[in-house]
């Protein structure tokens, strides 16, 4: 997998020059000397299909490859990415029938020729669903261009903070229903954290904790002798997982039975674009459901280039009690003196 660590950012810089001088792909990875993984890719993008369907571009293997790099290098960045994986969550295909019954019977408590008794895993229409999460970034074109150490650190970067919340905010819009349990929190933590417990907690399952990032701000310090966490990545409360995540709205707590929670995330697609004119804003108005007059920012007045990066994604929740909500927490942050 180290030939393909830096695939991705090859992709990128290739397509943005591409973009601007009009020379065909493989060219352009024969003349920058790119590594054999890139160059296979761009080789291999024909006209049939574009890098920028990441359905297409998952049947290359060696795309396959350089996505799963790119998606473990997001670190703590991405709570979805970081619960599947490390097992957390339960991997199951995208676009595949996943509904599964299982038993844990002894034998001779169910008597011969009676019924045993079986649990069940379904999903609405029993397929897990694929999504699509685009992570948007415009930068200067001289950075992306740049063959340093630091131009490509910097991109690189850049591109991972981009998809790690761009694949959460899918990651709980998909998994967040109107059936989810939802709880108000109150002053008192211990009952609050305990009431989410009764809801998910079956003693058969794997849990773990999301949170916003203030509230993981408050959790870490609790003066809670019963465990700490941190206030960003990956870390541990109550010994259970407690990751941190942007894609959650502030005050907002989850806890989740990962083997309940199927999850999947398949290839990328990168695409680039020189001659947008785009809303430079964290919450765009300016589109089809609310077309609001807003200033736009020319790409090509600014020497600017924009990167989407595109994952294919599902998730679903297997039972109705397989996750819990817990909104408006504003737990005091006590330190012991």
């Known amino acids: 997998m180290t030939e393909h660590a830096g695939t991705i950012l090859a992709l990128v810089r290739a397509l943005a020059i591409c973009e601007r001088t009009g020379e065909p792909l493989g060219d352009v990875a024969d003349r920058l000397r790119m590594p054999a993984p890139a160059q296979r890719i761009l080789k291999a993008a024909v006209g049939a299909a574009t890098l920028s369907d990441p359905e297409w571009a998952s049947g290359l293997a060696d795309m396959q490859a350089a996505s799963s790099v790119f ?139 999301i949170a916003a990032p203030d509230v993981a701000n408050s959790i870490c310090l609790l003066n809670d002798p019963r465990g700490s966490a941190s206030p960003e990545g990956l870390s541990e409360f109550l010994g259970l997982p407690f990751a941190v995540s942007p894609g959650l709205a502030a005050g907002t707590l989850v806890l989740l039975d990962g083997d309940r929670v199927l999850a999947d995330i398949e290839s990328l697609g990168v695409d680039v674009a020189r001659h947008a004119a785009l809303q430079m804003d964290n919450a765009p108005t300016n589109n089809s459901a609310t077309p609001s007059a807003t200033p736009v920012v020319s790409l090509w007045q600014t020497n600017s280039v924009a990167l989407k990066i595109s994952a294919l994604f599902g998730v679903a929740a297997g039972t109705s009690d397989a996750l819990a909500l817990m909104t408006g927490i504003e737990w005091p942050a006590l330190v012991s003196g």
């Not at 290098?73 to 709570?79: E, H, I, K, T, V």
């Not at 229409?125 to 630091?150: C, F, K, P, T």
């Open 71 to 209: 998606l473990q290098q997001l670190g703590g960045r991405s709570a979805f990415g970081s619960l599947l994986d490390q097992a957390i969550l339960t991997r199951a295909p995208l676009r595949s029938r996943v509904g599964a019954f299982s038993e844990g019977v002894v034998a001779d408590v169910t008597g011969e020729g009676q019924a045993s008794p079986v649990g069940r895993l379904t999903l609405n229409g029993d397929a897990l669903a694929a999504q699509r999460a685009d992570a948007v970034v415009v930068l200067s074109r001289e950075v992306i261009e740049n063959s340093s150490a630091a131009a490509q650190a910097f991109l690189s970067r850049q591109l991972r903070r981009a998809v790690a919340k761009a694949l959460d905010v899918g990651f709980f819009d998909r998994l967040v229903t109107s059936s989810t349990p939802t709880f108000a929190a109150t002053d008192n933590h211990a009952a609050d954290l305990k009431q989410m417990l009764d809801q998910v907690n079956t003693g058969e399952g794997r849990l773990c904790w």
